[in-house]
């Protein structure tokens, strides 16, 4: 919203549709442009007495979703 | 109206559906606190553009249907600028209607999900199969060489979903689902479920049942000796809030699959950790379930951290 410099709703989903943060929980996440879906950081944990522990940081991986607005492919 | 601009002096309307109640309390309890400590943060440093936030948080007692009516209060009542919230598909659908639908209020879900949702209005903060059951299986399947699964599941477009790319995901990777099965979400006894994944003799079960039946369903499991035998349970969707609601010896060796962990220990994640231990201490935690995925969306509309 900051980047948008309006509060306007046109203007927050243009700026949300790329955001992006350097520093979050888990790592970076960005918003795939078009997509409304965001790369994360993603880990396999394993519970280990009450608790869980990291076995593999897959590190980022993209969503894969399809674009916003676009008609759902059925079959 | 949605697209109007705020006039300077206004504050911006934040609305929250928190399932602070019911079967998924602890998860709501959590939201609402993160909701909280993300808005309190951003208001220190100034707000938006100048503008105050104002949160505006409703129970939505994990009900579809009490979570669409105070959906629509918040859109319609309390005219927020945008909607967070929801955890089950089932109620993102039920909020979609009032909010994005009726109300052409921007959106956002913070869990991770079955995909496919491409509404204009809606943002997804949490990951979908491609980043879950793509990577993760066939990671299982060659560090545990577990090639059967079984699909214990509850009845909800989530699990039908997502089991659909388990599928292909296990086939394409030379493994095959010996079982799939839905139940209604309160369902408690599984005991004829639990003979059924001992007679196939799959190597893992896949688990999409959630609260409130997971809990049975997991102890059922444990007993029967599927776990002692050598069996993997899968649930990616479990977080250190979902470990409290069970005996730790019932999930033991547990598989999942998320963005966030308590244990990831870059510095960021580990400070958001300690001011979220020190503002909330109790068992309502900051997890990847949700939690950590609302904060990211909330701090994503500020100014760089």
Redesign the interface.
């Known amino acids: 919203m900051t980047e948008a410099g309006s509060l306007t709703q046109e203007d927050v989903i243009a700026a949300l549709d790329h955001a992006q943060i350097a520093e979050g929980p888990g790592g970076p996440a960005v918003m795939m442009p078009g997509q409304h879906h965001a790369r994360l950081n993603m880990y396999i944990a394993q519970a280990r007495d009450g608790r869980f522990e990291i076995v593999e940081n897959l590190g980022p991986i993209d969503p894969q979703e399809r674009l916003v607005g676009a008609p759902v492919l059925t079959g | 109206m949605?697209?109007?601009?705020?006039a300077a002096t206004d504050h911006?309307k934040v609305g929250l559906i928190a399932d602070q109640t019911g079967p998924l309390s602890f998860v709501g309890l959590a939201n609402a606190n993160v909701a909280r400590m993300v808005v309190d943060d951003l208001n220190a440093d100034g707000g938006?553009?100048g503008?105050h936030l104002e949160l505006h948080v409703e129970d939505s007692a994990t009900d579809d249907d009490v979570a669409a009516g105070k959906a629509r209060k918040l859109v319609e009542v309390d005219r927020v600028?945008?909607v967070f919230g929801g955890i089950y598909s089932s109620t993102r659908q039920a909020i979609k209607g009032p909010v994005v639908i009726g109300g052409?209020?921007?959106y956002i879900y913070p869990e991770q999900y079955e995909?496919?949702?491409?509404?204009?209005?809606?943002?997804?903060?949490g990951?979908?199969p491609?980043?879950?059951v793509d990577?993760?299986i066939p990671?299982?399947m060659e560090r545990t060489g577990a090639k059967t699964f079984y699909l214990p599941s509850a009845d909800y477009i989530w699990p039908h979903v997502l089991n659909a790319r388990v599928r292909e995901v296990v086939t394409a990777n030379g493994g095959t689902i010996v079982g799939e099965e839905y139940y209604p979400l309160d369902h408690t006894d599984y005991r004829a479920t639990v003979e059924r994944i001992a007679g196939s003799g799959a190597d893992a079960v896949f688990n999409t049942i959630v609260p409130p039946g997971v809990t049975p369903f997991f102890e059922q499991l444990h007993d029967s000796g599927f776990t002692s035998r050598g069996g993997q349970l899968i649930c990616t969707y479990?977080?250190?809030n979902f470990?409290n609601m069970v005996p730790?010896a019932h999930?033991?060796?547990?598989?999942?699959?998320?963005?966030?962990?308590?244990?990831?220990d870059?510095m960021?994640?580990k400070k958001?950790?300690t001011q979220y231990d020190a503002l909330y201490p109790g068992d309502a935690q900051?997890t990847?379930g949700t939690p950590?995925?609302a904060?990211?969306a909330g701090?994503?509309?500020?100014?760089?951290?």
Request: proline content about 8%; glycine content about 8%; overall charge negative.
């Open positions: 949605a697209t109007s601009p705020t911006i938006l553009l503008r600028d945008v052409k209020t921007l995909g496919q949702e491409s509404d204009p209005l809606i943002f997804c903060t990951p979908g491609a980043q879950q990577p993760f990671w299982l479990f977080d250190e470990l730790a999930v033991e060796g547990l598989y999942g699959c998320l963005d966030y962990y308590q244990a990831v870059d960021f994640s958001l950790l900051f990847g950590a995925r904060c990211t701090y994503a509309s500020g100014p760089p951290r």
